[in-house]
């Protein structure tokens, strides 16, 4: 039997799995197959996303020591052979664009890189996802099968999901990777729990901001907004100076706030695409002309150094009262 209508989702990151079954259900609705979350790690996961709404779970079981996310793909590779779903909706991690990349190139087909929205024309699949690094947005028309894509942080919501009943969780049968690569040891690093996408409210610095120890003026705003704190990549990348789950962009957390604030913040499209569903936008820049300034609904023309201390008063003067 062969699974044609349905449409597989892996991630690595629980929390993404269920962005992307929420993405899976839309194409679904249209395809007339189920959703089937592959999973990776212990039975107990692989039992939990009955609950987050997948209908079927195709289990990997645990990675082996040593092993990469990435050699899951030989596995992959002979479960779509053998059960030929219509789509692998793989989260836009590193790991995820590894594993489906070499997908794409083992079976043959084209990878769609950070889908952003699905559409139909007809009976047709139409992708809208981001090209040249966030720069440009093209729609694709998938010809081959399956359609493998890749979808990032916050694109899906999940509020829709519902629970679905526990059924039979179907094992993977392991197929060990040609490749002669191993992992010898594993670091690990702080990692803020930081879930920008819930954020109703968030500020965002950028290079406009002179020095890390300036940081606290900007997280002194965020607070006064009761906002949470994000940032541009250079200053999470680059400078090191906050948490790289705290920058928004293509490579980073998609959002889409209430409000937006970017503080001493350009606004290229590699950041723009993360953050331009966000309802409100408000930029401070001294440049007029930065592209941020003419895409925002508020823009504050000066000095941050003296809009954001001003800002912060009249915040404050107007809790007090
Ligand atoms: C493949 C690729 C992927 C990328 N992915 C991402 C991504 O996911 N997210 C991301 O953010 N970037 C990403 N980038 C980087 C992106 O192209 C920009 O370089 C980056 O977003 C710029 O950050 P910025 O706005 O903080 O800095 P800048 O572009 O340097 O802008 C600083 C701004 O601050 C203003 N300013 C300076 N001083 C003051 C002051 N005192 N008061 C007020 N304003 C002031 C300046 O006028 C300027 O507009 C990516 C780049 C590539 C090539």
């Known amino acids: 039997m ?3 209508k349905d449409v597989w989702v892996f991630s690595e990151k629980p929390a993404l799995q269920a962005e992307l079954i929420a993405g899976a259900h839309q194409l679904s609705a249209n395809t007339g197959g189920q959703v089937a ?9 692989a039992e939990q996303a009955f609950d987050l709404g997948a209908q079927r779970v195709l289990w990997l079981g645990e990675l082996p020591s040593g092993r990469l996310v990435e050699d899951i793909v030989p596995t992959l590779v002979a479960a779509v052979q053998d059960k030929c779903p219509f789509g692998v909706i793989i989260g836009a991690t590193v790991r995820g664009r590894a594993v489906a990349g070499r997908l794409a190139a083992r079976l043959g087909v084209a990878a769609l890189a950070d889908v952003l929205e699905f559409q139909w024309d007809g009976s047709a699949l139409l ?6 690094g966030g720069g440009a947005v093209r729609i694709d028309r998938p010809l081959a099968s399956p359609v493998i894509a890749t979808i990032g942080q916050g694109i899906f919501e999940t509020g829709s999901l519902q629970a679905q009943p526990k059924g039979e969780i179907e094992p993977l049968p392991w197929v060990e990777p040609p490749w002669q690569a191993a992992v010898i040891e594993r670091r690990s690093r702080a990692v803020s729990s930081v879930n920008l996408s819930a954020a109703k409210r ?33 200053l999470a990348e680059g400078l090191g100076w906050l948490p790289r789950e705290r920058y928004i962009g293509i ?6 706030p209430d409000l937006y604030l970017g503080v001493g913040v350009s606004g290229q499209a590699q950041h723009t695409i993360g953050m331009s569903e966000s309802r409100v936008v408000v930029a401070i820049n001294k440049d007029r002309g930065a592209p941020l300034m003419t895409q925002s609904d508020y823009a504050v023309e000066g000095d941050l150094y003296q809009v954001v201390p001003a800002l912060i008063r009249a915040l404050k003067a107007r809790k007090a009262k």
């Open 251 to 256: 490579s980073g957390a998609m959002i889409k």
């Open 37 to 45: 979350a592959v999973v990776l790690g212990a039975r107990s996961q």
């Open 2 to 4: 062969t699974d044609d």
């Open 202 to 234: 968030v500020v965002c610095p950028g290079r406009g901001v002179a020095r890390q120890e300036d940081l606290g003026l900007i997280e002194e705003l965020a607070q006064a907004l009761s906002a949470e704190m994000a940032c541009t990549r250079p």
């Open 127 to 132: 992708a809208r996802h981001m090209v040249f």
